[in-house]
């Protein structure tokens, strides 16, 4: 028999952090493994979807979305990221902040190209790396926080760099890059002709008086960065997949079609719908922040008195932790037992890693959950030293 799979797709398998819902799901724990951010959607975001699907705002849009929320996407990014941006042209509508991540690295990425990825990783970001067959270089990020060292960083760029991937604030570790990181990442971009893509997609939550700092207001960075981010964290619609793509026009044309090639657009009623999310009160981000900033103290203390060394996050809302003083042999049953005995679902450290072993003593877990959940949870992951003993 022929071979049956594409080469693109070796060594493909399922996520720990699905494994581990579905797991969850099985003893009906708490899931603090995926970042499903079950929080309610704002009212008026509900109101005006549901309007636009009464008024039948069903059919195809422009390949890179309806004008109303280009525009006000427009808007958004010259005001909060300081990044000049014409809505004709220049921003495109995607499925998901994934399907522009996709849109890019089709985009760009020639097999054998050279792509930087700092380690921890958000495991789509490599896969679908590997799904273009780019070369990836990675760069190791350190706890607790998560540093890089800048020789290696200067190491990893070569003539044959095509971009490098920035995420921030990032997940899994919750690193905020620093003005000065994202100059010298500037500065290597520049000397070897790179793009740099970012996802930004956690931009509003941060912590500890953090600003968020998108790479494409470097200086030189204007011409040789996409951005990408989106609505499913900000607005807790995970599941609406509505993400965007913020490029010159140059790059953004060549995205749009390969947006219109895979997706033709993102869902049509859903665009109407999520336009009404700009017109919520600037109170809305401080309350969001100080909500998760409340949840993040809260999961960490509950980590420091069950045994762990949590890491605290500069942004996002996941967390890695180390366990060593608990015993466990290393993360995988660390992830299992956490389950079994406490019914609380994490995922197991090594999934985020080049080399496994920088994450064979931890776990990461995500605290976007409702209050009363997430104080459940704390109180399992408080118990455990009893329930392990």
């Known amino acids: 028999m022929k071979k049956l799979f594409a080469d693109r797709i070796e060594g493909l398998a399922q996520s720990d952090i699905r494994r581990m819902s579905i ?31 009464r008024e039948d705002r069903s059919i195809y849009t422009r390949l890179d979305g309806i ?5 006000r996407i427009a808007k958004k990014v010259r005001e909060y990221n300081r990044i000049p941006c014409d809505a004709d042209g220049e921003v495109i509508v995607n499925v998901g902040s994934t399907g522009s991540f996709v849109t890019a690295c089709l985009a760009f990425v020639d097999p054998g190209d050279e792509v930087i990825l700092f380690s921890p990783f958000y495991g789509y970001h490599l896969n ?28 990893a760029f070569s003539p044959r760099t095509k971009f490098i991937l920035v995420n921030t604030p990032s997940n899994p570790c919750g690193k905020v890059f620093t003005r000065e990181e994202l100059a010298h990442i500037a500065s290597l971009c520049a000397r070897h002709d790179a793009l740099c893509v970012t996802d930004e997609i956690y931009e ?17 960075m204007d011409g040789r960065t996409i951005t990408i981010s989106g609505f ?30 895979i997706n033709v657009c993102a869902p049509s ?31 960490v203390e509950a980590c420091r008195e069950a045994g762990f060394t949590p890491y605290p996050p500069q942004g996002a809302y996941y967390m890695l932790c180390d366990f060593r003083e608990l015993g466990f042999k290393d993360d995988q049953e ?56």
């Open 128 to 155: 679908i790396l590997k799904a273009c067959g780019a070369a990836i270089k990675f760069v190791t990020l350190r706890p607790p926080d998560w540093s890089y060292d800048a020789a290696a960083l200067e190491a």
């Open 204 to 220: 509003y939550i941060l912590y500890d008086g953090r600003r968020h700092i998108s790479p494409a207001t470097l200086p030189g």
């Open 232 to 261: 499913s964290k900000t607005y807790a619609m995970t599941g609406w997949r509505l993400g965007y793509t913020v490029a010159r026009r140059p790059l953004a044309a060549k995205m749009a079609i390969l947006n219109d090639l």
């Open 334 to 389: 660390a992830a299992r037992l956490i389950l079994e005995r406490a019914g609380v679902a994490v995922i197991p450290g090594s999934s985020f890693y080049v080399d496994p072993r920088d994450g064979r003593t931890q776990v990461r877990l995500c605290y976007a959950k409702k209050m009363n959940d997430l104080e459940e949870a704390c109180r399992r992951i408080r118990a455990l030293r009893t329930v392990l003993a």
């Open 67 to 71: 004008d109303e929320l280009r525009q």
């Open 23 to 53: 797991e969850c799901a099985k003893v009906n724990g708490i899931n603090l493994g995926q970042g499903i951010c079950d929080q309610p959607i704002e009212p008026i975001i509900k109101e005006a979807t549901i309007k636009a699907i």
């Open 269 to 299: 009623p859903l665009q109407y719908g999520v336009v009404a999310a700009f017109d919520l009160p600037e109170s809305y981000y401080e309350t969001m922040r100080a909500d998760y900033q409340t949840k993040r103290d809260m999961t």
